[in-house]
């Protein structure tokens, strides 16, 4: 099961550069702390990127962690901690989103997009912004969290998803467009 946090008071007596460099050394327990410590914001991230989807989300958290674990003898502390785990979940996340796409053609994604542009109301049921983000093809959801949410450059995210640079950002547009209609189809 996925832990979400730790009790407050233990976060603020948590000495972060201690437990990296005991985990780095191969302290589970100094991992957990560190896991704890971590896994809220990204869970939060993943979730984004993957749509709203808990399991697959609470899946790529998990093997976000395990990455870091793997490669944590080799973090040289030139950004925080938090920062470079946070890199890790989403690398991990694009690289399942990656893999997702593989087999999709642009008819594909364009017919998605077509599909999703129908407003999402149902009686007695309100539109959030996470449901109508949610509601994105995979591709589009990812270039608009990324950027627009996470603040990564257009640079970032196409050498993250493997698109060019046009790509990513025609992709927001259309992710832009789409939740505008969502949400004016709401107010409506």
Same mark, same amino acid.
């Given at each position: 099961?996925?832990?979400?946090?730790?009790?407050?008071?233990?976060?603020?007596?948590?000495?972060?550069?201690?437990?990296?460099? /005991?985990a780095?050394?191969?302290?589970r327990?100094?991992?957990?702390?560190?896991?704890?410590?971590?896994?809220?914001?990204?869970?939060?991230?993943?979730? /984004?990127?993957?749509?709203?989807?808990?399991?697959?989300?609470?899946?790529?958290?998990?093997?976000?962690?395990?990455?870091?674990?793997?490669?944590?003898?080799?973090?040289?502390?030139?950004?925080?901690?938090?920062?470079?785990?946070?890199?890790?979940?989403?690398?991990?996340?694009?690289m399942?989103?990656?893999?997702?796409s593989?087999?999709?053609?642009?008819?594909?994604?364009?017919?998605?997009?077509?599909?999703?542009?129908?407003?999402?109301?149902?009686?007695?049921?309100?539109?959030?912004?996470?449901?109508?983000?949610?509601?994105?093809?995979? /591709?589009? /959801?990812?270039?608009?969290?990324?950027?627009?949410?996470?603040?990564?450059?257009?640079?970032?995210?196409?050498?993250?998803?493997?698109?060019?640079?046009?790509?990513?950002?025609?992709?927001?547009?259309?992710?832009?467009?789409?939740?505008?209609?969502?949400?004016?189809?709401?107010?409506?």
């Amino acid at each position: 099961m996925l832990v979400v946090s730790a009790p407050a008071d233990t976060l603020e007596a948590f000495d972060e550069a201690a437990a990296v460099g /005991r985990a780095a050394r191969g302290d589970r327990r100094a991992f957990e702390q560190l896991y704890r410590r971590h896994v809220g914001r990204v869970y939060g991230a993943i979730w /984004r990127l993957v749509g709203g989807h808990h399991a697959r989300a609470e899946e790529l958290t998990q093997e976000a962690f395990i990455k870091a674990w793997q490669a944590l003898p080799d973090f040289r502390g030139e950004a925080a901690f938090g920062t470079w785990l946070y890199r890790v979940a989403v690398n991990a996340a694009m690289m399942d989103l990656r893999s997702r796409s593989a087999g999709e053609d642009r008819e594909t994604d364009d017919a998605a997009l077509a599909q999703v542009a129908a407003p999402l109301t149902s009686p007695g049921v309100g539109l959030d912004l996470d449901r109508a983000v949610a509601s994105l093809p995979p /591709r589009a /959801r990812a270039v608009l969290v990324l950027y627009d949410i996470e603040g990564w450059t257009h640079d970032e995210i196409a050498g993250g998803l493997g698109m060019a640079v046009g790509s990513s950002k025609a992709q927001l547009h259309r992710a832009r467009q789409l939740l505008r209609q969502r949400l004016e189809g709401h107010r409506s």
